[in-house]
């Protein structure tokens, strides 16, 4: 019986918005980090990005997450107001409990050193922040006294506890306890305070503001020490700031696209870190010192490791896609794919280790439909209502797209010739961009297809599947059939069968025998609209995709039964699939993630 198991998983970057801070969180042993990204934890090793754990159980989206002092369990929070409390040491992470602690998404977790105390802040309808013992659920203070939403907390990891908060209100606060009580206010900040930290000893902790300052204050007094790097420590907003290990240094990062190391005995900066080329996506809205690893995010989601002996340069950036991967294509020889997102990014990928590279220069102005790859091109379609035939090999665009006479949904490419499904017509372009012809359709089209060899072409719309005959560039229909949302049509490798979506159920084709259907209706085992069908590089079988979540494996010559099937990308839909070779299987998500399976029978 076949059997579908994950090989691989090349994770989201960190999902971020202009103006806000993200938490960036580590564990104790200096192993792993963590951070969000729609419904997902992510928890990645720091010396090895590409090894990656991942906690998929929030139902709504997921906006922070934090480990434990013991490392035992990670408590996450959400949009919602709830915080999940589960366990790292087993790899089902089993759910200790779920608190709807906040009225509203909650911003930040702290934990005291005792593993049994949360403090939660955030957004709320009554309160701004809470205040309780994990397990039950039952107040240990208040945190009050804000009159806006408190975007950070941080707990003394020390005896006496304290807490201090970080609120947008333009002041921080400080609180004893437990029971956690108000003790006094500060107000030095001229704009929101973002951050809020206690050094790892709990002598001092540091607030950073939208004002582009950085306030000290000993950890038991609340006292102002001093201001670090007056008049403005950053040009811009300062969304984060992290302490090394032994709390000697500081890490700040700005909007002013910079990264900074302050030495925390003279309280001056020690080093600067100029970020890209200045561009709006260099800013920097998060960060963390896990062990020897310097680790900042920029706006893009790139996660930057920064190396003090070379400022100039990240010793390594971690890229990809952090917005849903709509489209992909997949190497002939397996060793590459591309995938595109719903912001427009084209990204190349070494199939093997994960390392990709950003497409460069100016290119869709907004979602990618979808790819296909043909020789020394990537060719593009996009709801800018472009098609772009971009060399694969500099994966630079090149001139501007090709303006289409409605939105294209899909496109396929084979022997230089592409032929593009739209919303109100098919049209054939010749690489790298000349245009044949352009066929009207009756109804919207969702997908295309060309036969291997040439000369044939299935496009599945909202209604019919229609099959044209493809000749010097000029299409002429020579079937057509009904049926209901077409979502995928594709033809096996070797030209025999084709294979094609209704809603949830799937349908096989004899081309050779005047499209007699082979196989009608298969079982309708996914249980939503299915979105992508692929063959196998021989021919042999075929996977699907839906937005039920899941994928699975058909094979032509057994039929009957149940199919191997998985949950590929949970609580997301799986938006396009793809094999590397005949026994591994690529797929993309709304999530932003890309998994590789391992088929075996």
Partial sequence: MTTITLKKTYASLPRTTRGKPIVVNGDPKGKNFLYTNGNNIYIREADDPSECDIYAEHPRETTVAKYSPSGFYIASGDTSGHVRVWDTTQKEHILKIDHSALGGPVKDIDWTMDNQRLVVVGEGRESFGRAFTWDSGNSTGQIDGHTKHINSCSIKQ???IKVATASEDFSSMFYEGPPFKFKCSKSDHGNFVNCVRFSPDGSVYVTAGSDGKLFIYDGTSSDLI???GAPKAHAGGIYAISFNKDGSKLLTVSGDKT??????ESKTEETLFKMGSGQLQDMQVGCLWQGDNIMTVSLSGHINYL?????????RCVKGHNKPIVGMTVSPDGSKFYTSGSD??????????????EFKGKGHTNQVNDLALDGDYVVSVGIDDTVRFTDANTGEYGSAGVKLSSQPTAVASLGGVAVVACLNSVCVFEAPGKKLSEAPISDPARCVSIRPGGGQVAVGTDKRMHIFELSGGELMEVKSQPMEDCNAVAYSPDGANLAASSKQAIFMFDV???FKEKVGGWGKQHTAKVKTICWSPDSRRFATSGIDTHIIVWNPTDFVGKKAMIKAHPLSHVNSIGWLDNNTIITAGQDSNIKLWSVSD
């Fill in 344 to 357: 427009g990014l084209i990204v190349s990928w070494n199939s093997a280790t994960g390392e990709n590279e």
């Fill in 226 to 228: 001093s201001e670090m």
């Fill in 158 to 160: 020390t005896r006496p």
């Fill in 307 to 315: 190396d003090p002996a070379n400022p100039a340069q990240p010793r």
């Fill in 512 to 514: 050779e025998d005047e």
């Fill in 259 to 264: 990264a900074k190391i302050w030495n925390m």
